[in-house]
């Protein structure tokens, strides 16, 4: 009894010291579990503080509980792979994968590439490290990490203003990266690339440069109720400006956002369609480039919000022929504090500045200024340049694999992901099912009757090591559409492997077990 006690009492201490609080039912059930086994050893412990705002009417028993471990210590990757890390640090990693790598065996792309990423290769709460959440931030190969000790270590200067050797290379270096960019989506012109802070700052400068000039009362901007905040905020701030409407589009049955019914809301008061290319929740993908045609048959602009798309398949932007594009290279192995806008030229050109100051313009005098061309006329100030050329080195990495491979390793991994969470108990998947016509996006968002998801994550992390997300994942309006407050998500990248998968759904039997025994 003692022993039992005293890991419930550890678990909790450390349950109530994190800075993100677990769910209320969670500190209630777990408090009051500690309180009658400690009050049953005759010992006097003291709970915390925290507000509770439910009240469980549940009978509550102590259930059986693994030992508890936090902490974390790092392994290196086994010696079978020593080489191809190796490899991967210095040349395209093409060449370290193998031609059927489109198997989650051994030969599997994520075999081959897991070893590029040093940080997946240690130990969290005395378990490996199983990293699940990829649509949040991805993780970083060797290659682009050096790219950015090389830049601060050999050539760090500012860009555009000098004529020195540092400054020059750096321009250079910088400049390549848009022009692998523009490659890398097929953009016909490196000057249709605007850097950002992030695919938010992106969609910021697409409302309030081309929104505030475009949108007048009773014009509509049209999105779906699937989008990120970060697509939805800133279309209600220049509505508010303008007083366009924003009209949202609902979901089929099947948990997607329905193409058919956004097709019948064009309308020649249309003026942007502001759409996700993949659902950041519910997995699903969109026909950008059917969207894309009925939007331009009533004259409207298409903003494509491809942050869960470009970092996992072939996007090409002269295809789907979208005005607009953005995306973060924190997603598709690059540095944070970068990201990124496409726009096509003839209205990037005809956009007035977003931001003011060094950079944008063409020439300054005290009662005006004139302003530079696109893209510098968006890039006010000094850059993210060490992060940016490494989104350049990122995508050197991403483009030795080929994208299409990734993307069809991904489609095998997720559908592999899917079938086994579908053996959890009482579980809920949100979004489409695949099958030969549907291909999900590679996550999995989920609630488990009874069970919150935080308390779900955070189990996950402190007992297993398996890191998911948890919370409304910045889709509140679509949280709230399917009646839910949160949920939590798995997601992957080309680097997870079977393995991952295996160890999630273990873990997550694991934890089910673990509350309802609460019951």
């Not at 509980?65 to 792979?81: A, D, E, H, L, N």
């Not at 990293?131 to 200067?157: F, G, H, I, R």
């Not at 490659?183 to 700052?201: C, D, G, H, L, Q």
Request: hydrophobic fraction near 40%; include cysteine.
């Amino acid at each position: 009894m003692c022993a039992e006690v005293d890991r419930k009492k550890n678990y909790y201490r450390r349950l109530t010291s994190l800075n993100t609080r677990p769910s209320s039912f969670f500190l209630m059930t777990t408090a009051s579990a500690v309180a009658a086994a400690v009050a049953a050893e005759g010992v006097a412990i003291k709970l915390p503080s925290f507000k509770i705002t439910t009240n469980p009417t549940r009978h509550l028993t102590i259930p059986a509980s693994p030992t508890v471990r936090f902490g974390f210590s790092r392994f290196p990757p086994s010696s079978s792979c020593l080489s191809i890390v190796s490899a991967g640090a210095s040349s395209s990693s093409s060449s370290v994968v193998n031609k059927d790598d489109q198997k989650l065996g051994p030969g599997s792309l994520g075999h081959t590439t897991r070893p590029h990423f040093p940080i997946l290769h240690q130990e969290v709460n005395g378990s490996r490290l199983v990293y699940l959440d990829n649509a949040a931030t991805s993780q970083k190969p060797t290659a682009v990490m050096k790219a950015l000790q090389n830049y601060y270590e050999s050539y760090n200067s500012n860009v555009h203003r000098g004529i020195h050797f540092l400054s020059a290379k750096a321009t250079n270096e910088y400049e390549l990266a848009r022009k692998k960019l523009a490659t890398f989506i097929n953009a016909p012109e490196s000057s249709e690339i605007v850097f950002t802070r992030n695919a938010t700052e992106a969609i910021n400068l697409v409302a309030y440069s081309w929104g505030l000039s475009n949108l007048n009362p009773e014009d509509e901007v049209i999105l779906t109720v699937a989008e990120h905040h970060s697509a939805i905020v800133p279309w209600q701030l220049v509505a508010q400006k303008t007083g366009a409407i924003l009209k949202f589009v609902s979901l089929t049955s099947d948990e997607v956002p329905d193409s058919a019914k956004l097709r019948e809301m064009l309308s020649r008061k249309t003026k942007i369609v502001v759409t996700h290319h993949v659902s950041n929740m519910l997995a699903s993908v969109l026909p950008i480039d059917e969207i894309v045609g009925w939007a331009h048959d009533v004259g409207a602009k298409v903003l494509v919000d491809a942050c869960q798309s470009v970092p996992h398949m072939v996007v090409d932007v002269q295809r789907l022929n979208a005005d607009f594009l953005v995306a973060s290279s924190h997603k598709m192995c690059g540095p944070t504090g970068v990201g990124f806008l496409y726009g096509k030229s003839e209205l990037l050109s005809a956009m007035p500045p977003f931001l003011g100051g060094g950079e944008m313009i063409s020439d300054v005098f005290l009662d005006h200024s004139t302003y530079a061309e696109p893209p510098s006329r968006f890039e006010a100030g000094t850059p993210a340049i060490g992060e940016t050329i490494g989104l350049g080195a990122a995508i050197d990495y991403l483009s030795g694999i080929g994208m299409q491979k990734i993307h069809d390793y991904e489609v095998e991994l997720s559908n592999y992901l899917y079938e086994s969470l579908q053996s959890v108990p009482n579980i809920h998947i949100y979004g489409p099912i695949p099958s030969q016509t549907v291909q999900r996006a590679a996550l999995c968002s989920f609630n488990i009757k009874d069970i919150h998801p935080t308390d779900i994550a955070t189990f996950l992390d402190q007992q297993h090591g398996v890191a998911i997300r948890s919370g409304h994942h910045c889709a509140q309006p679509l949280h709230r559409h399917l009646g839910v407050n949160a949920s939590a998500r798995a997601s992957l990248y080309f680097y997870n492997t079977k393995e991952d998968v295996d160890d999630f759904i273990r873990a997550l039997k694991d934890t089910v077990s673990f509350f309802s025994s609460f019951k």
